[in-house]
T-cell receptor, first 114, second 110 residues
Framework: KAGVTQTPRYLIKTRGQQVTLSCSPI?????VSWYQQTPGQGLQFLFE???????NKGNFPGRFSGRQFSNSRSEMNVSTLELGDSALYLC?????????????FGPGTRLTVT | EDQVTQSPEALRLQEGESSSLNCSYT??????LFWYRQDPGKGPEFLFT???AGEEKEKERLKATLTKKESFLHITAPKPEDSATYLC???????????FGQGTRLTINP
């Protein structure tokens, strides 16, 4: 069974630009969550989608947004990039968060903002 | 607010030297405690889920246990390939998100 895939794996952007990251969950998983990982802050929750609806959102500015499609694939977008947005962005999928099921992570997208 | 604290931050062991990693948590109604392993430059790899105090799970050289306030990840006779950062996370009854600790960076020397 294929795992969670994320594209692209690496990105270099300039301050002020915007970026879109993509995530394909494990087949049959309907929930997708996004996390930001930095050396200083560790893993921080961005948002979660289930059945195309955002169910939870972390404490990030409105520049961070996302969506989920009918096939459960998800995208996240960051507008007006800042240097502090440089991080590893991780996507995780689970069967149904309402049951407390575990999340499986993808390899991440390494975003560097210069 | 849900909180997770892991200790120690880093641990260096000799091959075969058993030890334990600690995860202390504060959560309003535990709906699951999760252990992950993360290698450099990769996404976290799921290891265990624990749901209630007294529960134990095992996988190869790893054993996870859970009390009402903390969880332990016991590593028995570790090998160099067990070197990684081990992350603990909790999910509370009132939220769907996972709250992660800062992790324990484990190094096993041959």
């Amino acid at each position: 069974k294929a795992g969670v895939t994320q594209t692209p794996r690496y990105l270099i952007k300039t301050r002020g630009q915007q970026v879109t990251l993509s995530c394909s969950p494990i087949s049959g998983h309907r929930s997708v969550s996004w996390y930001q990982q930095t050396p200083g802050q560790g893993l921080q929750f961005l948002f979660e989608y289930f059945s195309e609806t955002q169910r939870n959102k972390g404490n990030f500015p409105g520049r961070f947004s996302g969506r989920q499609f009918s096939n459960s694939r998800s995208e996240m977008n960051v507008s007006t990039l800042e240097l502090g947005d440089s991080a590893l962005y991780l996507c995780a999928s689970s069967l149904d968060p309402r049951t407390g099921s575990e999340q499986y992570f993808g390899p991440g997208t390494r975003l560097t903002v210069t | 607010e849900d909180q997770v604290t892991q200790s120690p931050e880093a641990l260096r062991l000799q091959e075969g030297e058993s030890s334990s990693l600690n995860c202390s948590y504060t959560v309003s109604g535990l709906r699951g405690l999760f252990w992950y392993r993360q290698d450099p430059g990769k996404g976290p790899e799921f290891l265990f889920t624990l749901y209630s105090a007294g529960e134990e799970k095992e996988k190869e050289r790893l054993k996870a246990t859970l009390t009402k306030k903390e969880s332990f990840l016991h590593i028995t006779a570790p090998k160099p390939e067990d070197s990684a950062t081990y992350l603990c996370a909790v999910r509370s009854q009132g939220a769907q998100k996972l709250v992660f600790g800062q992790g324990t960076r484990l190094t096993i020397n041959p």
